[in-house]
């Protein structure tokens, strides 16, 4: 792992473990499924109509062949709007940084990207709502680590090629759910 990065998540996690230690009434717990999210679970700290939020996210496991997984920092600002439930404005904008990992026994890649979105708390009680939000994710570094390559039969020649197709642009939407502490 390269040292900004390092220095980046371990200032993260210093920063986010402070804020909640200090307030534990105003951390959410929330749990997420999208691009670039996966499926991930993390802690939000409230300050007013903001939010610094933390995520760990997961993709799909093919036994022990790939590992997939997504640590993510973020940035809320609640602007519009209003909830009979909280005094948390519904509408937001969310900005952050996402450091994904996708493994396989052959090779890892790794990338950085950021991502700027619009979404939408959904309100179900006190505690309790959903959220939903789309945007932009912009790849900021990439690099591959080729390993041994796999190992496959004799009779398994194909030549599959690589993509042509990569695009530093892409959308990016979550689907989640959150619970006020």
């Known amino acids: 792992m390269k040292k900004p990065f390092k220095i980046f998540i371990v200032t993260g996690l210093c920063t986010f473990c402070f804020l909640s230690v200090s307030g534990q009434e105003k951390v959410n717990l929330a749990a997420t ?26 993709g799909t496991i093919n036994d022990s062949y790939n590992k997939t997984y997504v640590i993510s ?6 602007f519009s709007g209003e909830s009979r439930y909280t005094d948390r404005r519904p509408w937001y904008l969310r900005g952050g940084f996402n450091y994904l990992v996708d493994e ?17 708390d ?26 041994e390559p796999m190992a496959l039969p004799y009779w398994f020649s194909f ?23």
């Open 73 to 78: 920092v973020d940035y809320f600002n609640h």
């Open 104 to 120: 396989t026994s052959s090779f890892k890649d790794t990338y950085l990207y950021t991502n700027l979105r619009m979404g939408r």
């Open 33 to 58: 499924i999208g691009v670039p999210d996966l499926i991930s679970i993390g802690a939000r700290y409230q300050m007013k109509q903001s939010q610094l939020g933390l995520n760990y996210g997961f």
């Open 122 to 147: 959904f309100n179900l009680s006190k505690r309790f709502g959903f959220t939903i939000d789309l945007g932009l994710l912009v790849e900021l570094s990439y690099n591959r680590t080729e390993k």
């Open 159 to 181: 030549d599959w090629g690589t993509s042509t197709a990569e695009s530093k642009v892409l959308p990016a939407i979550s689907l989640g759910m959150f619970y006020r502490l």
